[in-house]
């Protein structure tokens, strides 16, 4: 039974660890493009917290008897995730201000954007296996 809650948090982690080490791994590639690795690595870490909470707000949801409770669950989690990295945001960019290393920023933005789309896909996939068994 522990295995199947921890399944569908599968993509999300395999997502973090392949980031990372990827960050860690291309650090000569990452100095070319001009990214700054330790942003790309805190801001990875910032994204799968944010995901993975989000990602248990709207598991709760679709347990409940409600139909409309898993659509309320998922714009609720995108919201959630969209502020945080709103206020990430602006944290970074007011302390950095005109240093503000644009390649990892907008990675970043991408990054958020599949995170969105793991977590997403994991909770369809959630919403659907019952009805499959």
């Known amino acids: 039974m522990p295995t199947n809650k921890r399944k569908p948090v599968t ?44 990602f248990y707000l709207a598991m709760k949801n679709l347990k409940s008897s409600n139909p409309h409770a898993f659509t309320r669950g998922i714009f609720s989690s995108m919201i959630l995730k969209m502020f945080a990295f709103a206020i990430g945001a602006f944290i970074y960019i007011s302390m950095k201000g005109k240093d503000l290393n644009k390649p990892a920023f907008f990675t970043l933005m991408g990054l958020y954007l599949v995170y969105t789309f793991v977590e997403v896909a994991s909770l369809t996939k959630l919403l659907r296996k019952p009805a499959d068994g």
Do not use: Y
């Not at 791994?25 to 995901?51: C, P, Y």
């Open 11 to 54: 993509p999300i982690l395999i997502l973090f660890v392949v980031l990372n080490a990827l960050f860690v791994v291309g650090k000569s590639v990452l100095e070319r493009l001009g990214a700054d690795q330790g942003v790309l690595i805190i801001g990875n870490l910032v994204l799968f917290a944010v995901t993975l909470l989000s």
